[in-house]
């Protein structure tokens, strides 16, 4: 019998398994995840970008986490010689409406301790971008690049050898609470038994959230693929290293912008639209139980009701390459058509409540017998250590 078993490997799950043992080396414990390797899906299809906490509520767990876990990556990184580049960003205003909200979120970086962030010009953000359009921006020194596969990957390997264990292909299809101990059915037929579980299976935390404790699960995964395009090499002059646009309020993860990759190269996006498959990382990929789930989830069709334009715009954007030239053209006017070429595609984890909210922070859920994480999309893979500790803290206090 195990003390703890988490349930996925990705970058959540594998720091927090880090976090677990360093603190309790003692622990019995064991990752399934169902796939052949670690981050397969949210980590290691994401931009790269170490945030610095510039755009979440002061308070919140995003915030906290955020701040806390950017340093805590960083040395880690500084330790274990994984390369990062803090090369920094620019959010560029583009129109004079969004002026009000680009104050709005140097105020909110100031607060959560971004004490360099600073604002400029036009003129001072084309001495950064040279090629930038806008009005004005914020310059936020702290933003970073790396590569969280490989960041996930050295995880693991000191979660090995500390003692822990990790499985792969191990798909869990049933838990079962018994007294003083919980049982974990895999898709091979394999039982494992723990005394307590956490929950990190990004894309579908839900379900096994709703194995755990089917009658508090108020929230549902909804997938949002986000699709990009990469800028063909002799147009990587145009951009240095990451121009973002000022976000929208009621949509904070949609918006295209421009990241340097640090392992070369420059991606343009993403857009946002809703994923007909929970792992739908291209058009055509469906899933029809999984699609009609999110459709008869009454919490999206309340969301879907209220944004359907703002969801049109996004799937014109996913067809048309002239939209979506355009849409990067408010950043960067040099960028064409032709110097874009079609580049990879991520799927985020968001959950919605059943009011119709878009879950903004991070969700930790407890029962009994387990411990979830049921939203944590960005910035989890920089706050993936906070994120670990702060469940690990949960944990040790159960045991």
């Not at 009000?100 to 360099?116: A, D, S, V």
């Not at 039982?191 to 929230?219: F, H, M, W």
């Not at 999110?294 to 919490?299: D, F, I, K, V, Y």
């Not at 670990?388 to 944990?395: A, N, P």
Request: aromatic residues 8%; proline residues 5%; glycine residues 10%.
């Amino acid at each position: 019998m195990y003390d703890i078993i988490i349930v996925g490997g990705g970058i959540v799950g594998i720091a927090t398994a880090l976090r677990l043992k360093e603190q309790r080396p003692s622990l019995k414990l064991l990752v399934l995840e169902k796939e052949l390797e670690v981050a397969m899906h949210q980590t290691g299809h994401n931009s790269g970008v170490i945030h610095s906490g510039l755009y979440y509520k002061p308070g919140s767990l995003k915030a906290t986490n955020c701040i806390r876990g950017y340093q805590m990556l960083l040395d880690f990184c500084d330790k274990e010689g994984v390369p990062y580049d803090l090369c920094g960003k620019i959010v560029v205003a583009t129109r004079p409406e969004q002026i009000p909200i680009l104050n709005g979120l140097y105020e909110r970086g100031m607060q959560n301790g971004l004490t360099k962030n600073r604002k400029i010009t036009l003129g001072e953000m084309r001495e950064i971008e040279p090629h930038v359009n806008g009005l004005e921006g914020i310059w936020v020194p702290y933003t970073g690049i790396i590569d969280y596969k490989a960041v996930t990957e050295k995880y693991a390997e000191r979660v090995r050898s500390l003692g822990g264990e990790i499985k792969f292909g191990e798909k869990v299809i049933d838990i079962r609470n018994q007294t003083g101990r919980t049982e974990l059915v895999t898709q091979k037929g394999t039982t494992y038994t723990t005394r307590l579980v956490v929950n990190c299976a990004g894309l579908y935390s839900d379900k096994v959230a709703q194995l755990t404790q089917p009658e508090a699960i108020k929230l549902r995964i909804v997938p949002f693929r986000g699709e990009y395009y990469k800028i063909k090499p002799e147009k990587h002059h145009l951009v240095r290293n990451l121009i973002y646009p000022v976000p929208d309020p009621n949509f904070p993860f949609l918006g295209v912008h421009f990241t340097r990759m640090i392992g070369g190269g420059i991606e343009a996006g993403p857009n946002a639209v809703l994923a007909f498959r929970r792992e739908g990382y291209n058009k055509l990929d469906v899933n029809m139980t999984e699609f009609w789930e999110t459709l008869a989830w009454p919490g999206f069709r309340k969301v879907a009701a209220k944004y359907w334009r703002t969801g049109l715009g996004e799937y014109y954007r996913s067809f048309s390459k002239a939209a979506f030239t355009k849409a990067l053209q408010e950043l960067i006017a040099d960028v064409q058509e032709e110097d874009l070429i079609p580049g990879g595609a991520g799927v985020r984890a968001q959950a919605c409540d059943y009011e119709g909210g878009l879950v903004d922070d991070f969700a930790i859920l407890e029962s009994a017998h387990a411990i979830n994480v049921c939203n944590a999309p960005s910035p989890a893979a920089t706050s993936s250590l906070s994120i670990g500790q702060t469940v690990s803290e949960r944990v040790l206090a159960r045991l």
